[in-house]
């Protein structure tokens, strides 16, 4: 029986197919997600991950990056450390942000794999077109909240799907790399099942805070 990759839940129901793939929405979490045997294999997938990694996503993610801090720095002006989750910045868009006293780890699953950054906490934990590619939104979703020290922040950019009704026509699902999709109720949902505030989730900017 198929299970909502997130919150595991059995009450699934389709939304969606083309030619390629078929998607399914989790009535409990809200996830849209593709059907796991439409996946592209990892040669594949790092490909077209390593293309955006080139193009115009770095100067939107250091953009994105810079604009949180100046956030967090008004909300918690000590936060100090933190983990890129995802998608790296490259060397000459990360110094300038570290220049100004923050330390900025940076783990990507192709690019950056280095695990035992994973298992250490953070004041902060962004990621930057991130959540559309897990595969396991589950398992994912665990190992960055085991990484935020109570009280810290996580900022996800991700685009939010505004209802089941206008997947079919929504351009964001036709990237094959693009696997789960979040409704605002999804983030809701994650927040109450693990002990995170839900603060801000509007058009493609999520932002929680774990409890102190
Ligand atoms: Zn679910």
Not at 75 to 98: C, D, I, K, S, W
Not at 121 to 150: G, M, N, S, T
Not at 162 to 167: D, K, T
């Amino acid at each position: 029986m198929q299970h909502c990759p997130l919150c595991h839940h059995d009450a699934i129901r389709p939304v969606f197919e083309d030619r390629r793939r078929h998607f399914l929405v989790c009535q409990r979490c809200a996830l849209v997600f593709a059907t796991p045997g439409s996946y592209l294999l990892p040669a594949a997938e790092k490909q077209r991950y390593g293309r955006a990694r080139r193009d115009n996503k770095q100067k939107q993610l250091a953009q994105f990056i810079a604009t949180l801090l100046q956030q967090l720095q008004t909300l918690q002006p000590n936060v100090l450390e933190g983990l890129n989750f995802g998608r790296v910045l490259t060397p000459a868009l990360l110094q300038p942000l570290q220049q100004s006293g923050l330390q900025l780890h940076q783990y990507d699953p192709f690019f950056a794999p280095e695990h035992q950054l994973l298992r250490q906490q953070y004041d902060f934990i962004c990621c930057y077109r991130v959540f559309e590619h897990f595969h396991l939104p589950a398992k994912e979703w665990q190992i960055i909240v085991h990484a935020l020290k109570p009280g810290a922040w996580l900022a996800i950019s991700t685009p939010l799907l505004q209802s089941v009704e206008m997947f079919a026509k929504w351009h964001y699902k036709n990237n094959p790399t693009h696997v789960s999709f979040y409704q605002p109720q999804t983030f809701a949902y994650l927040a109450e099942h693990s002990s995170l505030q839900l603060i801000f989730a509007q058009k493609d900017f999520v932002l929680m805070q774990k409890a102190s």
